[in-house]
């Protein structure tokens, strides 16, 4: 078994922090659900961009349970460990569901890019058949990419002190337990996790570079203000997504800092998945008038 260190070099801060984390995964869980009974009801919602949305929120609601009750548990109990099998299940839930939220924000920024360049022909671009397949694809991606990351790290040696210095079975805290320098293994979870979430970033990004273009087409102000209205939820989401998840996997080892990760892993698994609903929920009027 390993022993997750966690927040243990804050002994006075252990309740106050599952106070926290509590409240703030109650307000996740209510707000996914929430947002997918919503899409789910209201008949005039049921078109490709809130599809996405209530696949994203089922995906980060999964997200979340693979890592918070864990971390809740370890922060009341004296027990801070995790099962070997326990720790390789867990790293290959959160990649997958990681990998494959990145895939379904690919996905949401193709579909605002088919909205606002070809309007006319976005029924027919977007149909239920094609928006099926984008998820399967995502899914299939992201679980792929887990499964390949997953097997290459838990088939390392673990010798001596299993402390890994995280709340929970993340790539680099686990690495450094393993008893060998092997910086092959290493370089291929970089390249797959570049391949993933770079190349997924990428893609939304050119998807915004035709979007912008033709914003600026448009003669008057208020049809730019709507056409970009359309797309703020989207951009602000994944900014924040993007931002932790390179701040994180997109860089050299000579950088990692396992206590400044560890700040960052909480805005991205605890914060981030809540930013969804709150995001959809207050700015986009169709969901809010629902």
């Given at each position: 078994?390993?022993?997750?260190?966690?927040?243990?070099d804050f002994?006075?801060?252990?309740?106050?922090?599952?106070?926290?984390?509590?409240l703030?995964?109650?307000a996740?869980?209510?707000?996914?659900?929430?947002?997918?009974?919503?899409?789910?009801v209201h008949h005039h919602?049921h078109?490709?961009?809130?599809?996405f949305?209530?696949?994203?929120?089922f995906?980060?609601?999964?997200?979340t349970?693979?890592?918070?009750?864990?971390?809740l548990i370890n922060?009341?109990t004296e027990?801070?460990?995790?099962?070997f099998?326990?720790?390789?299940?867990?790293?290959?839930?959160?990649?997958?569901?990681g990998?494959?939220?990145c895939?379904?924000?690919?996905a949401m920024?193709y579909?605002?890019?088919?909205a606002i360049?070809k309007p006319l022909?976005y029924r027919v671009?977007m149909n239920?058949r094609?928006?099926?397949?984008l998820?399967?694809f995502?899914?299939?991606?992201?679980?792929?990419?887990?499964?390949?990351d997953?097997?290459f790290?838990?088939t390392l040696p673990f010798?001596?002190?299993?402390e890994i210095?995280?709340?929970?079975?993340?790539?680099a805290p686990v690495?450094?337990?393993a008893?060998t320098?092997?910086?092959?293994?290493?370089?291929?979870?970089?390249?797959f996790?570049i391949v993933?979430v770079?190349?997924?970033?990428?893609?939304?990004?050119?998807s915004?570079?035709?979007?912008?273009?033709?914003?600026?087409?448009?003669p008057?102000?208020?049809?730019?203000?709507?056409?970009f209205?359309?797309c703020?939820?989207h951009?602000?989401?994944?900014?924040?997504?993007?931002?932790?998840a390179?701040?994180?996997?997109?860089?050299?080892?000579?950088?990692?800092?396992?206590?400044k990760?560890?700040?960052?892993?909480v805005?991205y698994t605890?914060?981030?998945?809540?930013?969804?609903?709150?995001?959809?929920?207050l700015?986009n009027k169709?969901v809010?008038?629902?």
């Amino acid at each position: 078994e390993f022993i997750l260190i966690g927040f243990s070099d804050f002994p006075d801060l252990q309740i106050p922090l599952f106070v926290f984390f509590f409240l703030t995964y109650l307000a996740t869980l209510t707000g996914n659900v929430l947002l997918m009974t919503i899409i789910k009801v209201h008949h005039h919602l049921h078109i490709p961009m809130y599809f996405f949305l209530s696949i994203l929120s089922f995906s980060e609601t999964c997200y979340t349970f693979a890592i918070i009750p864990k971390m809740l548990i370890n922060l009341i109990t004296e027990e801070k460990s995790i099962s070997f099998t326990g720790c390789a299940v867990q790293m290959f839930f959160f990649i997958g569901f990681g990998g494959t939220n990145c895939m379904l924000l690919m996905a949401m920024g193709y579909d605002r890019c088919v909205a606002i360049c070809k309007p006319l022909h976005y029924r027919v671009l977007m149909n239920d058949r094609v928006c099926s397949q984008l998820v399967a694809f995502a899914t299939v991606t992201g679980f792929t990419l887990s499964l390949i990351d997953t097997y290459f790290i838990f088939t390392l040696p673990f010798c001596g002190e299993k402390e890994i210095n995280h709340f929970f079975c993340d790539l680099a805290p686990v690495i450094q337990v393993a008893c060998t320098e092997n910086n092959g293994i290493e370089t291929v979870i970089f390249i797959f996790c570049i391949v993933v979430v770079f190349g997924s970033f990428l893609l939304i990004l050119l998807s915004y570079v035709v979007i912008f273009n033709t914003i600026f087409k448009i003669p008057s102000t208020k049809g730019k203000c709507k056409a970009f209205s359309t797309c703020a939820s989207h951009l602000t989401v994944v900014i924040v997504h993007f931002g932790c998840a390179s701040i994180i996997y997109l860089r050299p080892k000579s950088a990692y800092s396992l206590e400044k990760d560890t700040l960052i892993s909480v805005t991205y698994t605890v914060v981030t998945p809540l930013l969804n609903p709150v995001v959809y929920g207050l700015r986009n009027k169709d969901v809010h008038v629902a």
